[in-house]
């Protein structure tokens, strides 16, 4: 089974080198991890697909695709929205004033980035960073449920709505699903304030901070 998923996965990517729009179909999704049977090798297999992926709309207009950073296995991964500016044009992701913020609210719970595994929902920077469509997340969550099945995560940090609503699977707005943990197949999972938000609206802070302090806890079980 596994060599037809390869087999057919190397034609689509030959299809997609000739000029090919594969346009994919989204079944309904019932659990997040089980979208996509095959795991890659390594993340660097994956980093190549994503590079040169075409599933959705945005890679006509992306620098280039972001597909994430960090150590692997990983025990905390951290997830995002989808590339902003300064993303697209360095290729990492949560560079800039959101980043700078993230890597203090890391710091206030003792992690450094550099002990993580940090993504965003969907790799290419959406046009004037509008929020991601719902096909647009579809055709990246593959990439994401492989990342947190090679990351190995003990907890996930969900940044913002769309990261919380797309690996909870769920329509809740942030403001009811942050505040306590849920769970990815085993995996605690915390969705937060992106720092985005955070720069913006300065008062959400004290509950970004009360979430924090949730995951560190979970970390020290
Ligand atoms: S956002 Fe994801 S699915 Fe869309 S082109 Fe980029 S890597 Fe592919």
Redesign the pocket.
């Known amino acids: 089974m596994l060599d037809f998923i390869r087999l057919l996965r190397s034609y689509l990517g030959y299809l997609e080198a000739l000029g090919v729009e594969v346009v994919p179909a989204y079944p309904e999704i019932k659990n997040f991890l089980d979208l996509d049977p095959l795991v890659p090798e390594t993340l660097e297999d994956l980093e190549k697909e994503?590079k040169r992926?075409?599933?959705?709309a945005?890679?006509r207009t992306?620098t280039q695709?972001v597909t994430g950073e960090g150590p692997c296995p990983a025990e905390v991964m951290l997830v995002g929205e989808a590339p902003g500016r300064e993303e697209d044009l360095e290729g990492r992701p949560f560079v800039g004033a959101a980043g700078k913020l993230l890597d203090k609210m890391l710091a206030a719970i003792g992690l450094k980035r550099e002990e993580l595994y940090i993504t965003n929902v969907?790799?290419?920077r959406p046009p004037g960073n509008r929020t991601p469509e719902r096909e647009?997340i579809e055709?990246?969550r593959p990439?994401l449920a492989r990342q947190v099945r090679l990351v190995k995560p003990r907890a996930i940090l969900a940044l913002g709505s769309v990261a919380a609503r797309s690996l909870l699977l769920s329509d809740e707005p942030l403001s009811r699903l942050r505040g306590r943990a849920h769970e990815l197949e085993g995996i605690p999972v915390v969705p937060t304030y992106h720092p985005a938000y955070l720069l913006r609206n300065p008062a959400a802070k004290r509950a970004a901070w009360e979430d924090l302090k949730l995951f560190k806890s979970l970390l020290e079980r």
């Open positions: 994503v992926c075409r599933r959705c945005l890679h992306r695709a969907v790799k290419c647009e055709a990246c990439y």
